[in-house]
């Protein structure tokens, strides 16, 4: 297993263009987590499937934001129309829910609107 | 609600030295998990060690070691020998009945030669 796979690992984008990002977890774990990192900041939680559930959203997760995860496989996360503050490192992590730990993170991808 | 606290934004440690990296944590749930993650410059979070809060023993992996202290609400990491490649940001991480790992802002470490 190669562990968590984001992708891109960078994007720039002009503010007010889409973005959509990937995710593929480990294979085996059925939780997959969407996470924002920003400057000197430790990663802020955004949202929580379980399978191809939606378990959880934080209020970080504006309407500009969709996530989804269609066959509990990979995910893809979204931001329309974006903006200059979205710009940060986006960390997906996947766990099973076998274990009580073990999260794995990717590597991420890291944002810059311009 | 879970919170963490990390009060050292930034600690120095001569190599071969043992450093104490400080968390203390605020949750509700009567189970929960404590974590440990470096992050290095490339970005991504890597996994050190894990502390169950009815684990009766302190966990330890190899260099790392987590002095869980219950009643006083730490985790606290000690890494023995620093190297030069634990220079890194680490961060302390809450998990309770919801899975979902809340982390805290974390502490920058340089390990000087």
């Known amino acids: 297993d190669t562990g968590v796979s984001q992708d891109p690992r960078h994007k720039i984008t002009k503010r007010g263009q889409n973005v959509t990002f990937r995710c593929d977890p480990i294979s085996e774990h059925n939780r997959l987590y969407w996470y924002r990192q920003t400057l000197g900041q430790g990663p802020e939680f955004l949202t929580y499937f379980q399978n191809e559930a939606q378990l959880e959203k934080s209020r970080l997760l504006s309407d500009r934001f969709s996530a989804e995860r269609p066959k509990g496989s990979f995910s893809t996360l979204e931001i329309q129309r974006t903006e200059q503050g979205d710009s940060a490192m986006y960390l997906c992590?996947?766990?099973?829910?076998?274990?009580?730990?073990?999260?794995?993170f990717g590597s991420g991808t890291r944002l810059t609107v311009v | 609600a879970q919170k963490i606290t990390q009060t050292q934004p930034g600690m120095f440690v001569q190599e071969k030295e043992a450093v104490t990296l400080d968390c203390t944590y605020d949750?509700?749930?009567?189970?929960?998990?404590l974590f440990w993650y470096k992050q290095p410059s490339s970005g991504e979070m890597i996994f050190l060690i894990y502390q169950g809060s009815y684990d009766q023993q302190n966990a330890t992996e190899g260099r790392y070691s987590l002095n869980f202290q219950k009643a006083r609400k730490s985790a606290n990491l000690v890494i023995s020998a620093s190297q030069l490649g634990d220079s890194a940001m680490y961060f302390c991480?809450?998990?309770?009945?919801?899975?979902?790992?809340?982390f805290g802002r974390g502490t920058s470490l340089i390990v000087h030669p």
């Open positions: 991480a809450i998990t309770g009945g919801s899975y979902i790992p809340t």
């Open positions: 949750t509700s749930d009567p189970s929960y998990g």
């Open positions: 992590a996947s766990s099973s829910d076998r274990k009580d730990y073990g999260y794995t």
